[in-house]
């Protein structure tokens, strides 16, 4: 039987020219966690399946995890996300941490779904959260920092927007608004976090069938008036004063002191995953062909008392590969990708040992220099030079080597200076660092 | 029952002081794969266990991975290793990919072993592999880069040392220096590869029992010509003018050229892979406390002709983060390891507003900084960025804002100075890029 050459289903090779972009997404994204003054940590992709039958739904841990007993009879997983181990991490030296404490990984998760656009099987999600923060200044220097990050892309603010909900108004709203008892508003809000894959009448219907008999009508009307609330202020008066809104509505003031004016009110906005305790937010993609939500996040602060240890205030996000490609691709960002390698040395004729001489004086200058050494025909060698994507090939033939000045070639714009070592230096650094 | 907190028994947690030491590792190893002119590409860490029963020995699928059937019954492992996936890809675009092609991957791998030093169910492995070229530039390159590693470590050549032998000699070797018949020749080398591990009289005893009756005592005694080999001068006669001996000597010969003088013929490096097919090589901590073998590598020309389609000469290597931080600890060159964060915003009386915005400017320079926003006292503010061993710390209250100058700390000398936020930009430029 010959061995199949493609992937396990749903999972991605990353030949170098794909390796290219998701680097690209990963520096991105590390440099502006790095900006704010976060700092990267990691975990085992193998955790015991408890952790996550502790937090998530029975959904996720009965169809959805890739679990099984290691040869020890342990109950493990392949993670299909990073919070509950961070929260395990954290809670495991929760006296000597210094906090606040601003933490991000870029773990590769595992969820066994059925592939589809936007979802796989396996992929990498920029986790970050800042532990211990008790006021909004938290979720502010998140929603900012998520907004850096969309322009590091070269999003502007027209292509997405920031959605913004408390977990609390939603309390609040569901008990003294809507006059639901805690087993109704936990039907109501799963039956909201599906809203926008519903009809409207089949919405409606699944609602109706919420409320007790004596009190449909009035909540069906009010549910209405809640869910074409535009803004805050479209919602009921009572509501306005309350302390969540009044939340919500600081938050907003500082997103606009910080010039941040795609961020908006949304009273549907619950978010699958149990544990989030206050504010929420998404982030939908706003292109007429990719229009959905990309990521969010929210403040969760009881998730690390489940450990036994004093629980601690807790807001952050996790944002994935696919979702942004998916987004710089719908939006024409995709940025031009060269190899790493700066320059392809080739030799004219029976010259090997003197390129790798050569190359070896480049290296130790700090350019990334590969050396054809596979003694084919010029052409072949330039040609694999093109095909990599690398930005320059320097020539090297007898002529050269006693000329002390060898022929750098741009390959992209195919224009040729010959020059001495230093000087390929110096033209390489200023292609590589045109802000010097 | 309370949740753990401890990680999956032989895997690790990397907190941010942790993972600041994996990200040095990882730096050194990419920095200089990309000056050789590499390129990174990964692959799923889940494969169909039939890619590993395929090229392993048996050993290794039965007892040390971590196999699992999936929910559609596919037979499935977690990546022991790195070199079928990257054979698998190679194969799955033999008539795309541009030759040579010089890759490398720093993936996560797990093997299900009883934890020791060293030794980890999981480490994280820099794969390197260069394939399309016959000739021994391509081992020449490797070697060469290896020690550019190891020197990006600090290290200096006798702190280590690489020894090389031949597949193809010893293959000689076993057929007509020790009259071994194939099945004998294997069960030699098997012994061979085991032979540091047990005393002299074990190793006597196994190899005596290997050879026929008649050649036993012919045989014992070239056998320990051979492994008291100092070089390969002490070879019998017949052995030095063979081809196999002649590559050896041709890479010593290139390899004395270009400074590595710690690189030793050794007769007994078989390596427990079953892939290579001639030149093979390990690099060997030379530390009294920690001497072993670290990690090696060698040519297979024939691995991706299992996928059924024309095979590619190929070198690589494997090379392992535990090995490399037991190395680096045991010659003492841990460096001091600071923060990505270069400074903490304190704020002195209630100014927070006006710290985040001063942060703000900073980060538009390109400054990482993070603002305490725990609102605690002075104190504990610092105390943070001091354990976070963040390099600096900018004070920002009401007398700085007026004046325009802000008190920048460097922590570590508990020196002070009053500037302008211009001055803080390049102050902390040049602490960052002390070169330039």
């Known amino acids: 039987m010959k061995l199949q050459t493609q992937p396990y289903k749903g999972s991605r090779d990353f030949y170098p020219i794909d390796k290219r972009l998701r680097d690209y997404i990963f520096k991105n994204w590390i440099t502006v ?51 509950p181990s961070v929260a395990r991490m954290i809670a495991a030296r929760r006296q000597e941490i210094p906090f606040p404490a601003r933490w991000y990984s870029i773990p590769n998760l595992w969820r066994y779904q059925r592939p589809q656009r936007g979802r796989l099987r396996e992929h990498w999600q920029l986790n970050l ?24 892309f070269g999003a502007n603010q027209k292509m997405y927007d920031i959605r913004i909900n408390s977990r609390k108004l939603t309390a609040l709203i569901m008990a003294e608004y809507l006059e639901l008892d805690s087993v109704q508003s936990h039907l109501m809000i799963k039956l909201l976090d599906r809203m926008r894959k519903l009809s409207k009448d089949v919405f409606e ?26 803004s805050m202020g479209d919602l009921p008066e009572g509501l306005l004063s309350s302390p969540p809104i009044k939340q919500i509505q600081l938050l907003f003031t500082h997103l606009k002191e910080n010039h941040v004016n795609n961020a908006h009110f949304d009273f549907s906005l619950v978010r699958g995953l149990d544990y989030y305790t206050d504010i929420v937010f998404e982030v939908f993609d706003l ?15 009881s998730l690390v008392g489940m450990f036994g240890v004093e629980s601690i205030p807790t807001v952050g996000f996790g944002m994935g590969d696919v979702t942004v490609l998916n987004f ?17 040395v080739i030799s004219v004729g029976d010259v090997l040992r003197q390129s790798q001489g050569i190359a070896g004086i480049l290296r130790e200058e700090g350019v990334n220099v590969a050396v054809d050494i596979s003694g084919r025909k010029l052409e072949k060698q330039i040609q694999t030079a093109v095909k990599n994507n690398i930005p320059y090939a320097l020539f090297v033939g007898d002529k050269e080597l006693s000329e002390e000045r060898f022929t750098l070639k741009h390959l992209p714009s195919e224009t040729s200076h010959k020059m001495s070592l ?11 660092n045109p802000s010097n």
């Open 33 to 83: 966690a790095e900006r704010y003054g976060y700092e990267s940590y990691d975990a085992p992709i193998i955790e015991p399946t408890e952790l996550y039958r502790a937090k998530s739904g029975d959904e996720l841990v009965g169809k959805e995890m890739y679990s099984f007993t290691d040869r020890a009879g342990r109950d493990v997983s392949i993670r299909p996300e990073m919070t």
């Open 129 to 152: 959260d800042i532990f211990g923060v008790k006021t909004i200044d938290a979720e502010l220097e998140l929603i900012l920092l998520v907004n850096d990050i969309m322009r590091s």
């Open 205 to 230: 219907s699944e609602a109706a069938a919420i409320f007790d008999e004596t009190n449909k009508k009035q909540g069906i009307s009010r549910l209405k008036k809640l869910t074409s609330a535009r």
């Open 287 to 301: 292109h007429p062909e990719n229009n959905r939500s990309m990521f969010g996040g929210g403040r969760y602060d």
């Open 328 to 344: 710089i691709e719908s939006h024409g960002l995709l940025p031009e990708l060269y190899s790493p390698t700066d320059i392809y």
């Open 422 to 432: 230093a000087r390929v230096v110096s033209t390489v650094s200023d292609y590589r």
